[in-house]
Every structure is written in structure tokens, then in C-alpha cells.
């Protein structure tokens, strides 16, 4: 039951772990503030998982319907938004056919791994022609493995940390720190014939971008 003091309050300011608390205490404007501030983040990521955006949908409904559910059972969490990411990751790949047969196939068959599409339009940089911007986020993308790509999406476009990235997609820290690491070698020596500036604008501008998705 939700206190007439938690009415009255004010939380729109909290922090992801406060409203992660004041959820816990059955608040139900805690529940709305995360969902919509997530919202967006958690459909574009996962239409690059999914690629289906009824699924995605569904599965970002199901989260918060879970997780309101659940209030008075939640545990303590360090990273919110990367819990919320892990929690659509793990929906959008699990096996959708559940039936007598999918039972029948060996456990190999039951896990599932996205093939991580990014498109040069998910990481467009202002002041930059769009034929240059695609060519060089092009080049780039041709190098990396999906698991690269997606992890290069979480850091730079959704501006996950390396311990969030390592919770959303349950790997150790330094696996993620060490395919990061690969990741931005293979695009310094990819372009190293560019500005440097011009390097640095695609890696850190990316978050500044708004998703454009193309899907295949």
C-alpha cells in the first residue's frame, strides 16, 4: 500500500537507485519515471536484437509489468538501467516456440545469440557530410564481430559504463574492457590517415546522435 507521504512526494529528481527503492515501497510513480525514461533506449536496443518491433514492444511492456509485480521481492541493484537492458536482452532471446518438439532438441539448440546490427545511421556526427559519416562508421563496422558491435552500441550509443555493459550482458568486466579495447584499436588503425579530432567526434559524440534504424 502506497503511504499518503510517498503521494505527496516529489521524486522526479531522484537517482536511478532511489526510484529503484521507492519501487520497492509499492510507489507507483517510481515505476512510471523509469519507464519513460527508458523507454527509447530499451526499443532501439531491442529491435537490434529482436528485429521485430511487436516483439520489442511487448517484451519492454512485459519488464515493467514484471518488475511492478514483483515490488515487494525485488532485490538491491548497483546498475538500474543496466538491469532494465539485461532484463529485455534475456526476453528477446529466449526461444519463442515452446511446444512438445522444441523439448525434444538437444539444450545447444535452446540458446540463442543475437547477430547485433548496428547501421552508420545509429551513429551519426554533426558538422559531417552523411555519405563521409557512412563510409567511415562502414569501415569500422565491417571489422567487428557482432558481440563487438553490441557492446560498442551499449557504450557509446546508449552510454552504458563497463560494469553495466558487463551486467547487461552477463560477461566478466574484463572480457568487455578487453573486446572494447580491440574494438577502438581496429577503428585507430582503420583511420588512421584522419583527423584526430574527427576520430574522437565518433567516439564520443555517438550518444549525442538520434537513432535513425535501419533494419535489414
Avoid at 577503428?187 to 567526434?201: E, G, H, N, S
Wanted: charged share 30%; proline share 3%; aromatic share 10%.
Amino acid at each position: 500500500m502506497v503511504s499518503d507521504t510517498s503521494k505527496n512526494r516529489d521524486i522526479s529528481n531522484f537517482t536511478d537507485i532511489q526510484l529503484w527503492e521507492e519501487l520497492k515501497k509499492e510507489n507507483p510513480d517510481a515505476l512510471k519515471i523509469l519507464f519513460h525514461k527508458y523507454y527509447n533506449e530499451l526499443y532501439f536496443y531491442g529491435l537490434k536484437i529482436s528485429k521485430c518491433e511487436d516483439r520489442t514492444v511487448d517484451a519492454i511492456q512485459e519488464i515493467f509489468i514484471q518488475l511492478w509485480e514483483k515490488r515487494q521481492t525485488l532485490s538491491e541493484v548497483k546498475y538500474v538501467k543496466a538491469y532494465l537492458f539485461k532484463m529485455q536482452r534475456n526476453k528477446l532471446l529466449k526461444p519463442q516456440n515452446k511446444n512438445i518438439f522444441s523439448r525434444l532438441l538437444p539444450e545447444e539448440n535452446h540458446k540463442l545469440e543475437t547477430n547485433f546490427v548496428i547501421s552508420p545511421e545509429d551513429f551519426i556526427i554533426e558538422q559531417e557530410t552523411q555519405t563521409t559519416k557512412k563510409q567511415i562508421i562502414n569501415l569500422l563496422l565491417k571489422k567487428l564481430s557482432s558481440k563487438q558491435r553490441e557492446i560498442l552500441y551499449l557504450r557509446f550509443y546508449c552510454g552504458l559504463s563497463i560494469n553495466e555493459i558487463s551486467e547487461t550482458k552477463s560477461m566478466a568486466k574484463q572480457s568487455v574492457s578487453n573486446l572494447l579495447s580491440r574494438s577502438l584499436i581496429i577503428f585507430r588503425k582503420k583511420f588512421k590517415d584522419y583527423d584526430t579530432i574527427l576520430v574522437l567526434a565518433v567516439l564520443h559524440q555517438i550518444i549525442k546522435s538520434e537513432p535513425f534504424i535501419t533494419l535489414p
